[in-house]
């Protein structure tokens, strides 16, 4: 038998039982949750969560599209993320730095040692688009924290692995976008 666990969605104000361990991205269709923007996370009992979050015990579930400015922000990061892969994907040797708002965008900068042209830049948003295309997901990851320090070091994060080195957590938290990983 299906250990199953009630889940209050408040979008449709409908409760039912769904199986343990469902994610919240199962579940959008399970209550057939319809909203007129992107879905980009959820409330969770009023705290903000991933759609690969797992539920394992009864909770009240709030889905929120893009016009919500958590939603905005989970999906602003997303695009951060996809940008900074396109970079480390097609210069390999360069290191970007997403530092600030800035009007309806962000500045950022792009230290390499070749030129950053018009051209590098378009090549780069091509492939951030790719990586749109291919619908990747993205994988947040939790391990020991020499674990993570040794990892941002191998892929010459010195200053992530620092950051992390020097906090006292016993587990730290990652991303991973197929082979590209962050920290947020």
């Known amino acids: 038998m299906i250990e199953t666990v009630k889940i209050h969605c408040l979008n449709t104000n409908e409760y039912k039982e769904v199986p343990m361990g469902s994610s919240l991205e199962e579940l959008i ?4 949750v319809k909203m007129p923007y992107l879905i980009a996370n959820a409330k969770v009992n009023n705290k903000t969560e991933s759609l690969r979050y797992r539920v394992y015990r009864p909770k009240r579930v709030e889905y929120v599209d893009i016009s919500d400015s958590s939603a905005m922000r989970t999906y602003t990061r997303s695009l951060c993320f996809i940008l900074a892969k396109a970079v480390d994907d097609t210069i390999p040797d360069a290191e970007i730095f997403i530092e600030h708002s800035i009007s309806n965008g962000y500045y950022f900068q792009i230290k390499a040692d070749e030129e950053i042209t018009p051209e590098k830049l378009q090549i780069i948003r091509d492939r951030m688009r790719e990586i749109v295309d291919a619908d990747l997901p993205f994988f947040s990851i939790e391990e020991e924290t020499p674990k993570v320090v040794k990892l941002f070091r191998e892929r010459g994060m010195e200053d992530k692995a620092l950051l992390l080195e020097t906090s006292d957590f016993l587990y730290a938290h990652y ?10």
């Open 175 to 184: 991303f991973k976008l197929d082979n590209y990983i962050d920290y947020y």
């Open 29 to 32: 269709d399970v209550f057939g």
